[in-house]
């Protein structure tokens, strides 16, 4: 795990470093109580210079299983929220949410109150792979949350890696 973090919480320190360039994400860790040598060792692998690769997406998959889909949407931070901070007292949780996933108060009180809600298995499993079109703490669409990425060499970035992420647009 991150530094001694919890899978979810390295999870989701991963999906936002990716986000981030090298000084960024120094920045980011240092914010989040990484030390220097922890900050070095974590960006001496996620931002690397990689090999080149080729990443190869195609619709056709979806058709032949839906469960792509499904994987393709599963967000852990959601699963988190479902299955064990809607499990918390409301004041805890939100604390938690904001320290563990950085969501701004108003979006963990959603998030926290949707999954409140949630009342069977089948309920709980749309929450943690929603549908198209609901949106995210970030605002981006939930479609995009669960996305799959590829670093490939950047052309923007000194030649030292490029992002690429292959959305769901349905």
Not at 94 to 108: C, G, H, N, S
Not at 135 to 158: M, Q, Y
Request: charged letters at 25%.
């Amino acid at each position: 795990m991150a530094a001694g973090r919890d899978a979810v919480t390295a999870y989701s320190i991963v999906l936002d470093l990716v986000e981030r360039d090298r000084g960024d994400a120094d920045s980011y860790l240092a914010r989040r109580g990484f030390t220097p040598s922890q900050r070095a060792s974590i960006l001496e692998s996620t931002h690397c210079v990689p090999p080149e690769s080729y990443f190869i997406v195609t619709s056709d998959m979806l058709q032949k299983s839906p469960a792509w889909l499904y994987l393709g949407l599963w967000d852990m931070r959601r699963a988190y929220i479902a299955r064990q901070a809607r499990l918390l007292p409301r004041a805890p949780a939100l604390a938690d949410l904001a320290a563990r996933f950085e969501y701004a108060e108003p979006d963990a009180a959603r998030l926290y109150t949707e999954a409140e809600a949630l009342a069977s298995e089948a309920a709980i499993e749309a929450f943690i792979a929603p549908v198209a079109g609901r949106s995210s703490p970030n605002g981006k669409p939930a479609a995009e949350v669960g996305r799959l990425t590829a670093l490939l060499p950047d052309r923007r970035i000194g030649r030292s890696r490029r992002r690429f992420a292959a959305r769901f647009l349905l």
